[in-house]
């Protein structure tokens, strides 16, 4: 199983109030994302990086921000949370090149409610 | 845009019934597509790469096939344990980012 962490796995936050989620590797992957997972959406990128201190904008990055300081670490911040980023957060890696296409590999979730 | 359309959206099959998931694309220049298993609670599992036209690949009870325009998941004699949500996924150009499908849900009944 790749190595991947996310933390916490749970989280129960009021409106208004910050929140982090972290994902770690152990892989040395250069590409890292956050997904977010609601029924009749699917999987939904968030925000993606490709190195440290490089990241970019997904679909949904409204509400969100995202730090990558090292290489292992992923962190995605809700800086107001709100009701509808009430949802299941997936980090996911990747190592595109060196014979890949680049598949992901995802870590367990967070599951996020916010009230 | 690319766009990946999986259907059906739910699937119930009794054990030993075999049937097949599609996933159809609309995308300017494929480099790959992916098939992915989710359990509930978890996150998706990679299953498959499929690159050209014409690719197969086998696991288990699971062979992936690949045209032009669609991907199929076909499930042979499965088991009450083959249930899940199966997602593909294309990767396109010099992008890697992959466009996810909403997924397939399978429920086996024994």
């Known amino acids: 199983d790749a190595g991947i962490t996310q933390s916490p796995r749970h989280k129960v936050t009021e409106t208004g109030t910050p929140v982090t989620l972290r994902c770690h590797q152990t892989?040395?992957?250069?590409?890292m994302y956050w997904y977010r997972q609601d029924p009749g959406h699917g999987l939904r990128l968030i925000h993606y990086s490709y190195g440290v201190k490089d990241t970019d904008k997904g679909e949904v990055s409204d509400g969100y921000s995202v730090s990558r300081s090292k290489t292992e670490d992923f962190l995605l911040t809700l800086e107001s949370a709100t009701s509808s980023q009430t949802s299941v957060y997936f980090c996911?890696?990747?190592?595109?090149?060196?014979?890949?296409?680049?598949?992901?590999?995802f870590g367990e979730g967070s599951r996020l409610t916010v009230l | 845009e690319d766009q990946v359309t999986q259907s059906p959206e739910a699937l119930r099959l009794q054990e030993g019934e075999s049937s097949s998931l599609n996933c159809s694309y609309t995308v300017s220049g494929l480099r790959g597509l992916f098939w992915y298993r989710q359990d509930p609670g978890k996150g998706p599992e990679f299953l498959f790469t499929l690159y050209s036209a014409g690719e197969e690949k086998e696991k288990e009870r699971l062979k992936a096939t690949l045209t032009k325009k669609e991907s199929f998941l076909h499930i042979t004699a499965p088991k009450p344990e083959d249930s899940a949500t199966y997602l593909c996924?294309?990767?396109?150009?010099?992008?890697?980012?992959?466009?996810f499908g909403r997924g397939t849900s399978l429920i086996v009944h024994p």
């Open positions: 892989e040395n992957h250069r590409y």
């Open positions: 996911a890696i990747s190592e595109p090149g060196q014979g890949s296409t680049g598949e992901l590999f």
């Open positions: 996924a294309v990767f396109t150009g010099g992008s890697y980012i992959p466009t």
